[in-house]
């Protein structure tokens, strides 16, 4: 039987960075065919929560005001 693997982060991406969780606590993620332990991920706090809705609202407001053309990253 073939195995296929995967690339969890242990990481979150808030406002364009990498981090861990405010409080620190992490929890499980299993592979659901064989029980096994596939890593440990941050698990966001309320403050990890308002930190990413804050910032995220505030690039919206500023993007809204520029022309759409301007707003193309890529």
Known sequence: ?????????STMFLNGEKCTSAAGKT???FNPATGEELAQ??????KDIDHAVRTS?????SDACRPPRENICC
């Open 41 to 46: 991920i941050p698990d966001a706090s309320d």
């Open 27 to 29: 929890f499980a993620v």
């Open 57 to 61: 609202r505030t690039a919206f407001e």
């Open 1 to 9: 039987m073939q195995q296929n693997t995967i690339s969890i982060p």
